[in-house]
Every structure is written in C-alpha cells, then in structure tokens.
T-cell receptor, first 114, second 115 residues
Framework: DSGVTQTPKHLITATGQRVTLRCSPR?????VYWYQQSLDQGLQFLIQ???????AKGNILERFSAQQFPDLHSELNLSSLELGDSALYFC?????????????FGPGTRLLVL | AQSVTQLGSHVSVSEGALVLLRCNYS??????LFWYVQYPNQGLQLLLK??????LVKGINGFEAEFKKSETSFHLTKPSAHMSDAAEYFC?????????????FGKGTKLSVIP
C-alpha cells in the first residue's frame, strides 16, 4: 500500500459526459501528479500540482482540467468524453516535487467510455 | 528531451533463471532513473532508483540495476526468477522544465515466468 488513495476504482460512462477522479496523496506529500495509461499511448504525464498551485503540464487535453485543494487532495476533471479517453488514470504524490524524489502511485481509476 | 527505450515488450524466463530487462536512456545530462513494477490490476510500485550515488542500485524483491554511462543503459536484473515476478516493468527518467519534474516512462516490458 503506497498511501495514495484514488476513487472511484472503476468508472463507466458515455461519450459526451463529464467525470471527476479524486486523489488523496500520502500524508505529508505536497506534490500530486496525474498520469494516463492507455494501450496506444502507454504511460503519459498529464499535470502536476504543488501545494495547491499548478506546477507543470504534460500531454493534457484542453477538455481535461485538475485542481489541488487546501487539504492537498486533487481532482482530475474530464469533460466531453470520447471513446479514446478510456484508460487507467493514476495519481502519484511526492514530498516536494523535486527531481530525486520517489513518486508514489495510487491504484488508479479505470475509466471506460462507451 | 530525455527519454528511455525498453528493448523487448515481452520477455519470458524459466523459474530460477536470470531475469534481464533492458533500458537505455537518452539524456544530455546525468539522468535520474527509476524502475517501477505493475502487477495485474494494480498501480505502479517503485523497485529502485538511480540518483547519481552508487552505479549499482539494489532494490526490492532481489532486483538490482547498474547505471552504465558508456552504454547509456540502466538494465534491471534478478539472479533467479520467481513466479511472483510475473508483471509489467517500466523504466522511467525524470524530465524537467521550469522547476518541475515529471516521469517519462518507457513502453514497458511484460515479464512471464515459466514454471
């Protein structure tokens, strides 16, 4: 158990809908990362937050957005969903978002768009 | 941009045999490298990481990796495979920009262990 929790574990929805994925980092970690794992794209970095502020953006679509709240949990919002958004979405956390730090991954949310 | 390449999307070994999973990096500066393992229907777990201290890094579950600058490699090895090692393994490098650091992953190598 990494200490990172993600809800829900599974999500099935329809095209055009909007969903919210939730992540709680390990106790004491200030940095949260979101990654997407799909069969065709592999594991890709989406976005990083540090202590409530956006730190970096990766291959995140404009239909996707995220935020980190004062209690440090984070939410990833996916809107106008398409079939191709079906994937496993991971959240990871680290202490300060620095280069040598280990990122601890949650169990993921499996999203299926029908 | 820093990247990693994992050679072999599938590797099969017999139980008790040597495990060798290959990873080569592309970086103009000394990289920070990681190996993660993903068991079926689970998240990623860190096996080990290289952060420019010792070139031979020991990790969990008997795995180790050696950083070889001359070969730009960071191959993962285990002397004797166990059935429980069957999983997908990802090599990753830290990429940075404007004060932020993210993991860039290889495409993964699925390890099968044959009894």
């Amino acid at each position: 158990d990494s200490g990172v929790t993600q809800t829900p574990k599974h999500l099935i929805t329809a095209t055009g809908q909007r969903v919210t994925l939730r992540c709680s980092p390990r106790s004491g970690d200030l940095s949260v990362y979101w990654y997407q794992q799909s069969l065709d794209q592999g594991l890709q970095f989406l976005i990083q937050y540090y202590n409530g502020e956006e730190r970096a953006k990766g291959n995140i679509l404009e239909r996707f957005s995220a935020q980190q709240f004062p209690d440090l949990h984070s939410e990833l919002n996916l809107s106008s969903l398409e079939l191709g958004d079906s994937a496993l979405y991971f959240c990871a956390s680290s202490v300060g978002g620095r280069d040598k730090e280990t990122q601890y991954f949650g169990p993921g949310t499996r999203l299926l768009v029908l | 941009a820093q990247s990693v390449t994992q050679l072999g999307s599938h590797v099969s070994v017999s139980e008790g045999a040597l495990v060798l999973l290959r990873c080569n990096y592309s970086s103009s500066v000394p990289p920070y490298l990681f190996w993660y393992v993903q068991y079926p229907n689970q998240g990623l777990q860190l096996l080990l990481k290289y952060t420019s201290a010792a070139t031979l890094v020991k990790g969990i579950n008997g795995f180790e990796a050696e950083f070889k600058k001359s070969e730009t490699s960071f191959h993962l090895t285990k002397p004797s495979a166990h059935m429980s090692d069957a999983a997908e393994y990802f090599c990753a490098v830290i990429t940075s920009g404007a004060g932020s650091y993210q993991l860039t992953f290889g495409k993964g190598t699925k390890l099968s262990v044959i009894p």
